[in-house]
């Protein structure tokens, strides 16, 4: 009788093909106002643990709702307190790509000229769906 093997293994060429060797992605979709607590600030602490070179993850930021001011060029927070505008500004240094809701960014009178450089406008459709498609984990604060 013939056994066979349930679970065989995977050749080199058939681990390329399923992406295996290539950089995992998260997608994290941010949806709270900036300084309303704390869950951007973390958001970003995590995007910049992933892509250390211990981790090497690819992030990409999806900002929606409030969370759209948080890439508002000129804050302003309490001395002593964390600066989001520094921190976004570092992660979209490091190759992280940011994209902020067009509906959500019109909704508040906010203009691409006011966000900070790099910080891209597209939409849910055209954007996140493709970045969740994507990517591996999918992340949402």
Same mark, same amino acid.
């Given at each position: 009788?013939?056994?066979?093997?349930? =679970?065989?293994?995977?050749?080199?060429? #058939?681990?390329?093909?399923?992406?295996?060797?290539?950089?995992? %992605?998260?997608?994290?979709?941010?949806? %709270?106002?900036? *300084?309303?607590?704390?869950?951007? @600030?973390?958001? =970003?602490?995590?995007?910049?643990? &992933?892509?250390?070179?211990?981790?090497?993850? /690819?992030?990409?930021? =999806?900002? #929606?709702?409030?969370?759209?001011?948080?890439?508002?060029?000129?804050?302003?927070?309490?001395?002593? *307190? *964390?600066? &989001?505008?520094?921190?976004?500004?570092?992660?979209? +240094?490091?190759?992280?790509?940011?994209?902020?809701?067009? #509906?959500?960014? +019109?909704?508040? +009178?906010? %203009?691409?000229?006011?966000?900070?450089?790099?910080? /891209?406008?597209? %939409?849910?459709? +055209?954007?996140?769906?493709? @970045?969740?498609?994507? !990517? /591996?984990?999918?992340? !949402? *604060?």
């Amino acid at each position: 009788m013939h056994e066979r093997n349930l =679970f065989p293994t995977m050749c080199n060429s #058939t681990r390329l093909n399923l992406g295996v060797d290539r950089l995992e %992605t998260v997608t994290m979709i941010l949806q %709270t106002a900036p *300084y309303g607590d704390e869950r951007i @600030w973390n958001a =970003f602490r995590l995007a910049r643990a &992933l892509t250390t070179a211990a981790i090497n993850m /690819q992030v990409n930021i =999806f900002l #929606t709702g409030d969370a759209v001011t948080t890439a508002k060029k000129g804050q302003k927070p309490p001395e002593g *307190y *964390y600066n &989001l505008e520094d921190m976004l500004k570092e992660l979209v +240094g490091q190759g992280i790509e940011v994209i902020a809701c067009r #509906t959500c960014v +019109g909704a508040r +009178g906010l %203009t691409h000229d006011e966000l900070i450089e790099g910080v /891209q406008i597209g %939409t849910t459709v +055209g954007n996140l769906a493709k @970045w969740i498609k994507t !990517s /591996q984990k999918v992340l !949402s *604060y």
